[in-house]
């Protein structure tokens, strides 16, 4: 077991380490630091390391519908399109961190995770996002195909295409391309209009929830304070009965005949 234990912790921290040098790889490609060809060559290799992970882990999960979920993040940091798929290999270093409780730890758990997984998961965000992102990449492999570009500049027609923006700097010229073109026009314009819906009724039912929780306190307050008041009142009608019981009756007379 505890082999077991401590072999699992070094297979997470070669993940982390692997999965920080390649985001670090990434920025230096970016930047146009270092040697480009070797630092496209390091890509390729992490790369092929977290593809191979990945089927590794498919294969082996018991529940592959959860695994494919939960992990759709990392399917989406091993697309060969562009360096730039690597960034979502960092959803998995999140992962690693609840799995070991950091969050805890590190006394930020709670309402943060419990309000990333809602966000991700239970919005649908996860599915709306990597649909989206499917659409866009293979409407960018086929357009890389059939209009010869490269894959960086199709990629870039395809980001500009699904979001509206249409820069007009790769635009299709064949027949095929140009239906490439209207299907993720209103495939991916679609999805990536349930992904701003789904961002902002979040934002909304977070905001509705917080006002809701707001007044739910002000009214729990109110009844507080007036349980409070009837406590006060029915203490001093008990001591004003024990007064009165006290009072001798003389007293009570001679205290009515008064002017």
Same mark, same amino acid.
């Given at each position: ?41 390091? *890509? ?17 999960? =018991?529940?592959?519908? &959860? ?18 798929? *690597? ?19 590190? #006394? ?15 919005? #649908? ?10 659409? &866009? ?39 095929? #391309? ?13 999805? &990536? ?20 929780? $707001?007044?739910? $306190?002000?009214?729990?307050?109110? *009844? ?13 009608? $008990? ?9 001798? =009756? ?10």
């Amino acid at each position: 077991m505890a082999k077991q234990s401590a072999g699992l912790i070094a297979y997470h921290v070669g993940v982390t380490t692997l999965t920080l040098g390649s985001v670090f790889n990434v920025c230096l490609i970016f930047l146009k630091v270092g040697n480009r060809s070797l630092e496209l060559g390091l *890509a390729n290799g992490l790369l092929a390391i977290f593809a191979v992970d990945y089927l590794v882990r498919l294969l082996i999960t =018991k529940n592959r519908k &959860i695994f494919l979920i939960q992990s759709a993040f990392d399917l989406l940091g091993i697309i060969p399109l562009h360096p730039v798929f *690597a960034f979502f290999r960092l959803a998995r270093l999140v992962r690693l961190m609840r799995f070991h409780h950091l969050f805890w730890r590190w #006394g930020i758990a709670g309402k943060w995770t419990q309000a990333y997984h809602r966000f991700i998961y239970k919005t #649908g965000f996860i599915y709306l996002f990597s649909i989206s992102v499917a659409i &866009i990449v293979l409407s960018a492999f086929l357009f890389s195909l059939t209009e010869k570009q490269s894959l960086a500049n199709s990629l870039w027609w395809a980001i500009t295409t699904a979001t509206t923006v249409g820069y007009g700097d790769e635009t299709p010229h064949t027949a095929v #391309g140009k239906i490439i073109a209207s299907f993720l026009m209103v495939g991916g314009v679609g999805f &990536i209009g349930l992904l701003t819906s789904t961002i902002t009724d979040f934002v909304a039912s977070r905001t509705e929830q917080a006002t809701t929780t $707001q007044e739910a $306190q002000q009214l729990a307050d109110m *009844a507080q304070l007036l349980a409070k008041i009837d406590t006060l009142t029915a203490k001093v009608d $008990q001591l004003q009965t024990q007064v009165d019981r006290l009072t001798p =009756k003389h007293a009570k007379r001679d205290n009515k005949k008064r002017p």
